[in-house]
């Protein structure tokens, strides 16, 4: 079963702008990691923003924030004043438990477009 | 420095052909993954292996077989190719604790004909 879930297929902003990409996950384990990738036309998979479950603030990295909500289980990413250069596919994924044995799953990804 | 190399970027290749992809971290990472994005984008884990042990072997076809000759290595070797395989490849490696993301090759896109 899907247990990360981006219902945006696509998104736009305009230039300067902020964005929400909405993710929402699905799991019974109390510990895990929520993450969000970047991935440009020019396909390399980049690390944005990392969110643990225990962890009691909103994470943030430069223009970057997860907007983490336990209770409904999401994990939106937040660009604030959006910029040409982050047009990109996104990729919410989740790390569940707290061996190795458990690897990242991801979303279906969100391609966001950022007009001049 | 990269920190995880795949090679090689881009592999053409004729069905029924064997083929191999390789990537290396010198990110000194304990766990290394192999990923496969299909043409929607959607990315499906392969294959990880922590300190030379296969972890996680999900539903993939036995013409696929990694290899794992140290913990800084993970190859994917494939068999008898079929157009179905054509995708791009990620390696990806991370610490083995959760709270630690992956850091990620460059793809190796894999095209069948």
């Known amino acids: 079963a899907q247990k990360i879930t981006q219902t945006q297929p696509g998104m736009f902003v305009q230039e300067k702008e902020a964005v929400t990409l909405d993710c929402t996950y699905d799991?019974?384990?109390?510990?895990?990691?929520l993450f969000w990738y970047k991935q440009p036309s020019s396909g390399e998979m980049i690390f944005l923003i990392y969110?643990?479950?225990?962890?009691?603030q909103n994470a943030t990295e430069g223009r970057y924030s997860l907007n983490f909500q336990k209770a409904r289980k999401s994990a939106n990413l937040v660009i604030s004043a959006s910029q040409l250069g982050d047009s990109a596919m996104y990729f919410c994924?989740?790390?569940?438990?707290?061996?190795?044995?458990?690897?990242?799953?991801f979303g279906a990804g969100t391609r966001l477009t950022v007009k001049p | 420095d990269t920190a995880v190399s795949q090679t090689p970027k881009y592999l053409v290749t004729q069905m029924g052909n064997d083929k191999s992809i390789k990537c290396e971290q010198n990110?000194?990472?304990?766990?290394m993954y192999w990923y496969k994005q299909d043409s929607k984008k959607f990315l499906k884990i392969m294959f990880s292996?922590?300190?030379?042990?296969?972890?996680i072997n999900e539903t993939v076809p036995n013409r696929f077989s990694p290899k794992s000759p140290d913990k800084a290595h993970l190859n994917l070797h494939i068999n008898s190719l079929e157009l179905g395989d054509s995708a791009v490849y990620f390696c990806?490696?991370?610490?083995?604790?959760?709270?630690?993301?992956?850091?990620f090759g460059s793809g190796t896109r894999l095209t069948v004909v």
């Open positions: 969110q643990g479950s225990y962890d009691q």
């Open positions: 994924a989740m790390r569940e438990g707290i061996n190795n044995n458990n690897d990242m799953r």
């Open positions: 990806a490696s991370s610490h083995s604790d959760r709270g630690f993301g992956y850091t």
């Open positions: 990110l000194g990472h304990d766990t």
């Open positions: 292996y922590n300190n030379k042990e296969l972890i």
């Open positions: 799991t019974s384990d109390p510990s895990y990691g």
